[in-house]
């Protein structure tokens, strides 16, 4: 099972990036998909999360309105777009995959069996 995030880079506040998750080595259409970020120095937080089938998504308040997450069973793909980046955005950004069968996605990190490596964000003043 791999799941590959990307999409990070250095970007200035206010502007808008798209990370993607591919996923190889499961069916995706029966997982939850999230992702989660890690900032320098801090605990792992919850970002956004999107049942199975697309039908339920959740998010973190620090990003409600902000960003938003989608899937593509199709082609085993999740992304997270994000607009109006703030500083406090940078992060390490997590996509996990969780195989429960929760109508509504889970903002628990440990509900997440599989995850990704990572790809950062980098967003300056």
């Known amino acids: 099972v791999q799941l590959q995030a990307s999409g990070g880079g250095l970007v200035q506040a206010g502007d808008s990036l798209r990370l993607s998750c591919a996923a190889s080595?499961?069916?995706?259409?029966?997982?939850?998909m999230g992702w989660f970020r890690q900032a320098a120095g801090k605990g792992r937080e919850f970002v956004a999360a999107i049942s199975r089938n697309g039908g339920s998504t959740n998010y973190a308040d620090s990003v409600k309105g902000r960003f938003t997450i989608s899937r593509d069973n199709a082609v085993k793909m999740v992304y997270l777009q994000m607009s109006s980046l703030k500083p406090e955005d940078s992060a390490v950004y997590y996509c996990?995959?969780?195989?429960?069968?929760?109508?509504?996605?889970?903002?628990?990190?440990?509900?997440?069996?599989?995850w990704g490596q990572g790809t950062k964000v980098t967003v300056s003043s």
């Open positions: 080595g499961l069916t995706v259409s029966v997982y939850n």
């Open positions: 996990a995959a969780d195989p429960s069968f929760r109508r509504v996605a889970s903002p628990g990190s440990d509900d997440y069996i599989y």
